[in-house]
C-alpha cells in the first residue's frame, strides 16, 4: 500500500470517527425529545373519555348502538329510498354508484333460479327514462310470475368490518356507535375495501377518487334524525333505531320477529337484520 | 464491543429518531385518539347538514294541508318523498309540485308481480282511461286524501215506499224531483248511490245544511234507501235547462280539465257514488262549488280541485254543466 493511501483511509476512519460522535451526541440531544414525542403518543391512543362527549356536539357516541331492520315482505320497489339516499348524500345521479339499492327476485314458472334485477339493469333505466331517475319497469307484468320480492340493500356496519381491516391508511374505522364510516381525508383511493366488502356495498367515486358508502345518514342520526331512506319510505319497510333503547322501533323489530343476517358464514356479524328473505338472497 | 458495531447502532437509533419524529409531525393529532383513525374526521362526517327535513318542518306554515295528510291513507308518505327535500325552503325558493304524477303515483301504485298485496295497485292501461293525460291521477284523487269517498254498495230501496215518503221533499224539490228554485238541485235521474251516501252524510252531521239537516236527521236507513230509489228511478227529461250568468263554452274546457275524470265530459260520469251534474240547477252547482272552495262541504277532492278556481270559473262550469241533457246514457259502466 502507497503511503498516501495509508492517510487517506487514516483521514476517513477519522471523518467517520466524528461523524459517529456527531450523531451520538445528536441523538443524545433528541433522544429526551423522542421520549417525550412517546409519551405524547402513548397519551393519544388512550381513550380520552372527557372529549368523547364533545366530539359531536350534543351526542355521546358511547350511549348509542345503532342497528338497522329491512321487512323485504312491505317493501313495494318504488326506489324512493335511492332517490333520497342520493339526494342526501349528494352520491352522483348516474346509474351505476349507490349507497343503497333495491333488488328484485323473480321466479318464473318453470325456472328453479330467480331472475334478479336492480335499477341498474338497462330496462330498467329505459324505464325511468334517465339514469339520475330510478324506477322498476314492469317488465314481468305478462309473464308467468310464481313468486317475486323487493329487498333492499345497504352497507351492514359489520361488527367485524372487513373493510376496515384491510385499510392501509385507516381512514376507515368503526364507531362506538357502530357505524362504519370513511375519512375522505385520508382514503388514498386504492380500493382494497371495495374487494374486501362481500356485500358490494362500496364503491368508488371516480370525481373525489375516494370509496364511498352509506354511513346510516351518521349527520342525520347523530342529530336525532332518522336515515333518509328510512324518512321517505312510504312502507316502513326500513326501519332503524337504537339497540340500547329497549322500546326502539330496531329492538322490537328484531324481538318480534325471526331475523337473519346476509352471509352469515362469513363472520362480520352485520348490523343489518332482515325478514322475509328467500333462501336465495345472498 | 468492535467500534464498527457500535456506530452501526448509532446510526440505527439516529434513524428511530428522526422516523419517530417525522411521523409524530406528518400524523394528524386526533388520529390515535380512539384508534387507527382521525378522531376529527367524526364530527366533520358529522356536521353535514341533512337534505330531508321531516314532516314536522313543514307543519309550522302548511299547517292545514298537513292536517289534511296526516289524517288520511297517504300519513305514511312523507311530504318529501313527493315534494323534495326541504333544505333551503322557504329561503332559497318554493317547493316543486309534481308535474307529472302519473309518473310519480306509478312509482308506488302500478301493479307489479312483487308488490304485496296489501299495497293498493292498477292496471295503469285501464284504470280510467278517459281522463286527460297529465292530470290522470290527481283529477280524481286528492293526493293528500286520496282515498275517494262515498264507494256505496248496491242500492236496494223500495220505489213504492220511496215515493210515499217524497211528499215531504217535494216541498223544495218539487212533485217529480225538478226543483222550482235554482238554488236547490234537481234530484230526478239522478245516482241513487250519490243520494243515498249525501243523505247519510246529512243523517250522521258530516255534512251540515240549514234545511237538509233536520229532514235527513228524521230517516231511517232504509228510508234513505227507498227515497234515493225512487229519486233515481224518475225520468229528468222535463228538466228545464237554464243556462246561468256564465259563459258555457269556457265552461266546457275548464270541465275537461278538472271535472270530466269523475263526472264525465257532459255531467253524468262512471261511479254511481258520484252525482250527476248534467241538467243539474245553474245557481245550485254555483252554491256548492262555492262551498267546497271555502271548505264549508267538507270534501278532499272537491276542495282541491276548486281551490284554483275564480268565481268567473265557477259560473262558466255551472252554465256549462247546467246546459247538458240528463237522460244521456252514460259511457261505460262500472268503473274499472
Request: proline share 7%.
Given at each position: 500500500m502507497k503511503p498516501d493511501n495509508k492517510t487517506s483511509f487514516a483521514a476517513r476512519r477519522a471523518f467517520l470517527r466524528k461523524l459517529g460522535r456527531t450523531a451520538a451526541c445528536a441523538g443524545a440531544a433528541v433522544g429526551g425529545g423522542a421520549l417525550g414525542v412517546m409519551q405524547t403518543v402513548a397519551a393519544k391512543s388512550e381513550p380520552a373519555s372527557s372529549q368523547q362527549s364533545s366530539l359531536i356536539p350534543d351526542y355521546d357516541?358511547?350511549?348509542?348502538?345503532?342497528?338497522?331492520?329491512?321487512?323485504?315482505?312491505?317493501?313495494?320497489?318504488?326506489?324512493?329510498?335511492?332517490?333520497?339516499?342520493?339526494?342526501?348524500?349528494n352520491v352522483s345521479r348516474d346509474p351505476h354508484h349507490f349507497r343503497t339499492w333495491v333488488e328484485r327476485y323473480v321466479y318464473l314458472e318453470g325456472e328453479d333460479r330467480p331472475r334478479i334485477d336492480s335499477q341498474h339493469d338497462p330496462v330498467n333505466i329505459a324505464a325511468s327514462g334517465s339514469g339520475g331517475e330510478y324506477r322498476f319497469a314492469n317488465r314481468y307484468q305478462d309473464a308467468k310470475v310464481e313468486k317475486a320480492f323487493f329487498v333492499p340493500k345497504l352497507c351492514n356496519q359489520c361488527?367485524?368490518?372487513?373493510?376496515?381491516?384491510?385499510?392501509?391508511?385507516?381512514?376507515?374505522?368503526?364507531?362506538?356507535?357502530?357505524?362504519?364510516?370513511?375519512?375522505?381525508?385520508y382514503c388514498i383511493g386504492c380500493q382494497y375495501c371495495v374487494q374486501a366488502c362481500p356485500y358490494g356495498a362500496r364503491f368508488f367515486n371516480y370525481e373525489k377518487h375516494v370509496t364511498d358508502k352509506c354511513t346510516w345518514c351518521y349527520h342525520r342520526i347523530t342529530k336525532g334524525l332518522q336515515p333518509a331512506c328510512v324518512e321517505v319510505c312510504p312502507v316502513g319497510a326500513r326501519i332503524f333505531g337504537?339497540?340500547?333503547?329497549?322500546?326502539?322501533?330496531?329492538?322490537?323489530?328484531?324481538?318480534?320477529?325471526?331475523?337473519?343476517?346476509?352471509?352469515?358464514?362469513?363472520?362480520?356479524?352485520?348490523?343489518?337484520?332482515?325478514?322475509?328473505?328467500?333462501?336465495?338472497?345472498? | 464491543m468492535p467500534k464498527?458495531?457500535?456506530?452501526?447502532?448509532?446510526?440505527?437509533?439516529?434513524?428511530?429518531?428522526?422516523?419517530?419524529?417525522?411521523?409524530?409531525?406528518?400524523t394528524d393529532d386526533s388520529f390515535y385518539r380512539y384508534g387507527h383513525y382521525r378522531a376529527d374526521s367524526v364530527p366533520e362526517i358529522a356536521a353535514q347538514e341533512p337534505a330531508y327535513q321531516t314532516p314536522r318542518y313543514c307543519r309550522d306554515c302548511h299547517s292545514e294541508r298537513v292536517a289534511q295528510w296526516s289524517a288520511n291513507n297517504h300519513k305514511t308518505v312523507s311530504c318529501e318523498v313527493c315534494h323534495g327535500p326541504a333544505r333551503g325552503h322557504p329561503q332559497k325558493g318554493k317547493l316543486p309540485i309534481p308535474a307529472d304524477v302519473v309518473k310519480l303515483c306509478t312509482l308506488c301504485h302500478e301493479a307489479m308481480p312483487g308488490r304485496p298485496g296489501t299495497q293498493p295497485q292498477i292496471q295503469v292501461a285501464t284504470h280510467n282511461p278517459n281522463a286527460s293525460s297529465e292530470r290522470q291521477c290527481i283529477a280524481c284523487h286528492n293526493p293528500h286524501s286520496p282515498k275517494i269517498k262515498g264507494v256505496v254498495a248496491a242500492v236496494t230501496g223500495n220505489i213504492a215506499e220511496g215515493k210515499k215518503r217524497a211528499a215531504v221533499c217535494a216541498g223544495c224539490h218539487g212533485p217529480d224531483g225538478i226543483s222550482p228554485n235554482d238554488a236547490w238541485p234537481n234530484l230526478a235521474g239522478q245516482n241513487a248511490?250519490?243520494?243515498?251516501?249525501?243523505?247519510?252524510?246529512?243523517?250522521?252531521?258530516?255534512?251540515?245544511?240549514?234545511?237538509?239537516?233536520?229532514?235527513?236527521?228524521?230517516?231511517?236507513d232504509s228510508e234513505i234507501q227507498d227515497l234515493a230509489s225512487y229519486y233515481a228511478s224518475l225520468s229528468c227529461k222535463e228538466a228545464p235547462s237554464a243556462p246561468g250568468a256564465g259563459d258555457a263554452v269556457s265552461g266546457r274546457a275548464l270541465a275537461a280539465k278538472n271535472c270530466a275524470a269523475c263526472h264525465g265530459e257532459t255531467g253524468i260520469g262512471t261511479n254511481p257514488a258520484w252525482p250527476k251534474l248534467a241538467g243539474q240547477k245553474a245557481g245550485y252547482l254555483t252554491n256548492m262549488l262555492k262551498a267546497f272552495r271555502a271548505g264549508l262541504r267538507k270534501d278532499p277532492m272537491m276542495a282541491g280541485v276548486t281551490r284554483g278556481l275564480s268565481d268567473a270559473d265557477i259560473a262558466n262550469l255551472s252554465a256549462y254543466y247546467a246546459g247538458?241533457?240528463?237522460?244521456?246514457?252514460?259511457?261505460?259502466?262500472?268503473?274499472?
Amino acid at each position: 500500500m502507497k503511503p498516501d493511501n495509508k492517510t487517506s483511509f487514516a483521514a476517513r476512519r477519522a471523518f467517520l470517527r466524528k461523524l459517529g460522535r456527531t450523531a451520538a451526541c445528536a441523538g443524545a440531544a433528541v433522544g429526551g425529545g423522542a421520549l417525550g414525542v412517546m409519551q405524547t403518543v402513548a397519551a393519544k391512543s388512550e381513550p380520552a373519555s372527557s372529549q368523547q362527549s364533545s366530539l359531536i356536539p350534543d351526542y355521546d357516541w358511547t350511549k348509542h348502538q345503532w342497528a338497522f331492520g329491512v321487512d323485504a315482505t312491505k317493501c313495494i320497489g318504488c326506489l324512493r329510498c335511492v332517490e333520497a339516499c342520493k339526494v342526501e348524500n349528494n352520491v352522483s345521479r348516474d346509474p351505476h354508484h349507490f349507497r343503497t339499492w333495491v333488488e328484485r327476485y323473480v321466479y318464473l314458472e318453470g325456472e328453479d333460479r330467480p331472475r334478479i334485477d336492480s335499477q341498474h339493469d338497462p330496462v330498467n333505466i329505459a324505464a325511468s327514462g334517465s339514469g339520475g331517475e330510478y324506477r322498476f319497469a314492469n317488465r314481468y307484468q305478462d309473464a308467468k310470475v310464481e313468486k317475486a320480492f323487493f329487498v333492499p340493500k345497504l352497507c351492514n356496519q359489520c361488527t367485524h368490518p372487513p373493510c376496515v381491516q384491510v385499510c392501509p391508511t385507516g381512514a376507515t374505522y368503526k364507531t362506538v356507535d357502530g357505524v362504519v364510516l370513511i375519512d375522505h381525508k385520508y382514503c388514498i383511493g386504492c380500493q382494497y375495501c371495495v374487494q374486501a366488502c362481500p356485500y358490494g356495498a362500496r364503491f368508488f367515486n371516480y370525481e373525489k377518487h375516494v370509496t364511498d358508502k352509506c354511513t346510516w345518514c351518521y349527520h342525520r342520526i347523530t342529530k336525532g334524525l332518522q336515515p333518509a331512506c328510512v324518512e321517505v319510505c312510504p312502507v316502513g319497510a326500513r326501519i332503524f333505531g337504537d339497540l340500547k333503547e329497549k322500546q326502539s322501533p330496531i329492538s322490537q323489530f328484531i324481538r318480534n320477529n325471526r331475523t337473519r343476517v346476509l352471509k352469515p358464514e362469513t363472520g362480520n356479524a352485520p348490523n343489518v337484520f332482515y325478514v322475509g328473505l328467500d333462501k336465495d338472497v345472498l | 464491543m468492535p467500534k464498527h458495531i457500535v456506530r452501526l447502532i448509532v446510526l440505527l437509533v439516529g434513524f428511530v429518531v428522526v422516523a419517530l419524529i417525522a411521523k409524530s409531525y406528518f400524523t394528524d393529532d386526533s388520529f390515535y385518539r380512539y384508534g387507527h383513525y382521525r378522531a376529527d374526521s367524526v364530527p366533520e362526517i358529522a356536521a353535514q347538514e341533512p337534505a330531508y327535513q321531516t314532516p314536522r318542518y313543514c307543519r309550522d306554515c302548511h299547517s292545514e294541508r298537513v292536517a289534511q295528510w296526516s289524517a288520511n291513507n297517504h300519513k305514511t308518505v312523507s311530504c318529501e318523498v313527493c315534494h323534495g327535500p326541504a333544505r333551503g325552503h322557504p329561503q332559497k325558493g318554493k317547493l316543486p309540485i309534481p308535474a307529472d304524477v302519473v309518473k310519480l303515483c306509478t312509482l308506488c301504485h302500478e301493479a307489479m308481480p312483487g308488490r304485496p298485496g296489501t299495497q293498493p295497485q292498477i292496471q295503469v292501461a285501464t284504470h280510467n282511461p278517459n281522463a286527460s293525460s297529465e292530470r290522470q291521477c290527481i283529477a280524481c284523487h286528492n293526493p293528500h286524501s286520496p282515498k275517494i269517498k262515498g264507494v256505496v254498495a248496491a242500492v236496494t230501496g223500495n220505489i213504492a215506499e220511496g215515493k210515499k215518503r217524497a211528499a215531504v221533499c217535494a216541498g223544495c224539490h218539487g212533485p217529480d224531483g225538478i226543483s222550482p228554485n235554482d238554488a236547490w238541485p234537481n234530484l230526478a235521474g239522478q245516482n241513487a248511490a250519490y243520494l243515498v251516501r249525501i243523505l247519510a252524510a246529512y243523517k250522521s252531521g258530516a255534512e251540515k245544511d240549514v234545511m237538509m239537516t233536520p229532514v235527513a236527521q228524521a230517516l231511517g236507513d232504509s228510508e234513505i234507501q227507498d227515497l234515493a230509489s225512487y229519486y233515481a228511478s224518475l225520468s229528468c227529461k222535463e228538466a228545464p235547462s237554464a243556462p246561468g250568468a256564465g259563459d258555457a263554452v269556457s265552461g266546457r274546457a275548464l270541465a275537461a280539465k278538472n271535472c270530466a275524470a269523475c263526472h264525465g265530459e257532459t255531467g253524468i260520469g262512471t261511479n254511481p257514488a258520484w252525482p250527476k251534474l248534467a241538467g243539474q240547477k245553474a245557481g245550485y252547482l254555483t252554491n256548492m262549488l262555492k262551498a267546497f272552495r271555502a271548505g264549508l262541504r267538507k270534501d278532499p277532492m272537491m276542495a282541491g280541485v276548486t281551490r284554483g278556481l275564480s268565481d268567473a270559473d265557477i259560473a262558466n262550469l255551472s252554465a256549462y254543466y247546467a246546459g247538458q241533457r240528463c237522460e244521456a246514457i252514460p259511457e261505460g259502466g262500472t268503473k274499472p
